[in-house]
């Protein structure tokens, strides 16, 4: 049963506050599980400023079993300022003082095809696997204005339902090629949650919930995790349409 849930926050500011503090109650309560918790952060500002708020809110110790990975990545070097990775490792990971073992890069530098194989392999080995599918312990997503999420773009929707792991995406403007978790390591997940803010994000957002205009064509719309447990995390700018 599908357990969807939406929060919503009078501005971006506090939609990352509330998220980071709920980030560090789930880093308190799988610590109980005694065992490795698997979980991959989405790109985007509105996670920078949660990392931001962890840096605050959290210490190393309270990350000791958790591993980091990403839902996707751009296919460039890590300094690169659209490094979703780098982006990390400047405000969250370093200033944390994170055990780097227990990070998962997608290796953006690398040959696409090649790295996209050897990011599924390395998610074969690290995570639980269930029909032949890496589970995640929480997924973070962002939300494009296209309908997009991860990297599966409207124009490559047939990736959402890839046999891979993880493929190799083209971004419909600039060509630029990204690596990205497909549609069934998604809804795999035991949860998932999107992280939306701004108003340009308001039309998509509604024709996904209320099920209109174009919703069919849009990835997240596609986001059911198996779980059932969905979340919605959203500023008030982003509920508009609504």
Same mark, same amino acid.
């Given at each position: 049963?599908? @357990? @969807?849930r939406?929060?919503?926050?009078?501005d #971006?500011a506090?939609?990352a506050?509330?998220?980071a503090?709920?980030f560090?109650?789930?880093l308190?309560e799988?610590?109980?599980?005694e065992r490795?918790?698997?979980v #991959?952060?989405s790109?985007?500002?509105t996670?920078?400023?949660?990392?931001?708020?962890?840096?605050?809110d959290?210490?190393?110790e309270?990350?000791?079993h958790?591993?980091?990975?990403?839902?996707d990545?751009r296919c460039?070097p890590?300094?690169d300022k659209?490094s979703?990775?780098?982006?990390?490792?400047k405000?969250?990971? =370093?200033?944390l003082?994170?055990?780097t073992?227990?990070?998962h890069?997608?290796?953006g530098?690398?040959?696409?095809v +090649?790295? +996209?194989? @050897?990011y599924?392999?390395?998610?074969?080995?690290?995570?639980?696997v269930?029909?032949?599918?890496?589970?995640?312990d929480?997924i973070?997503?962002?939300?494009?204005?296209?309908?997009?999420?991860a990297?599966?773009?409207?124009h490559e929707i047939?990736f959402?339902? #890839?046999?891979?792991?993880?493929?190799?995406a083209?971004?419909?403007i600039?060509g630029?090629q990204r690596?990205?978790?497909s549609?069934?390591?998604i809804? #795999?997940?035991?949860?998932?949650a999107?992280l939306?803010s701004? =108003?340009?994000k308001?039309?998509v957002?509604n024709?996904?919930?209320? =099920?209109e205009?174009?919703?069919?064509?849009?990835?997240?719309?596609?986001?059911?995790?198996?779980?059932?447990?969905?979340?919605?995390y959203l500023?008030?700018?982003a509920t508009?349409w609504?």
């Amino acid at each position: 049963m599908e @357990r @969807r849930r939406h929060y919503i926050f009078p501005d #971006a500011a506090s939609l990352a506050g509330a998220f980071a503090c709920e980030f560090t109650t789930f880093l308190r309560e799988s610590a109980e599980l005694e065992r490795l918790v698997h979980v #991959a952060l989405s790109g985007g500002s509105t996670p920078l400023a949660i990392f931001e708020q962890l840096v605050r809110d959290t210490r190393p110790e309270q990350w000791s079993h958790i591993h980091l990975y990403w839902g996707d990545e751009r296919c460039v070097p890590p300094e690169d300022k659209d490094s979703n990775y780098g982006n990390a490792l400047k405000t969250l990971i =370093k200033p944390l003082g994170l055990d780097t073992s227990r990070v998962h890069r997608i290796r953006g530098e690398a040959e696409p095809v +090649a790295e +996209a194989e @050897r990011y599924s392999s390395e998610l074969l080995e690290c995570l639980p696997v269930e029909n032949g599918v890496p589970v995640f312990d929480w997924i973070w997503l962002g939300l494009g204005e296209d309908g997009h999420t991860a990297s599966i773009f409207p124009h490559e929707i047939e990736f959402w339902n #890839a046999e891979e792991n993880c493929v190799v995406a083209t971004h419909p403007i600039s060509g630029q090629q990204r690596i990205s978790l497909s549609g069934n390591v998604i809804n #795999a997940a035991r949860r998932v949650a999107f992280l939306v803010s701004g =108003k340009r994000k308001s039309r998509v957002v509604n024709e996904i919930v209320m =099920k209109e205009g174009n919703y069919l064509e849009y990835p997240a719309f596609y986001v059911r995790p198996d779980s059932g447990n969905l979340e919605w995390y959203l500023d008030i700018e982003a509920t508009s349409w609504l």
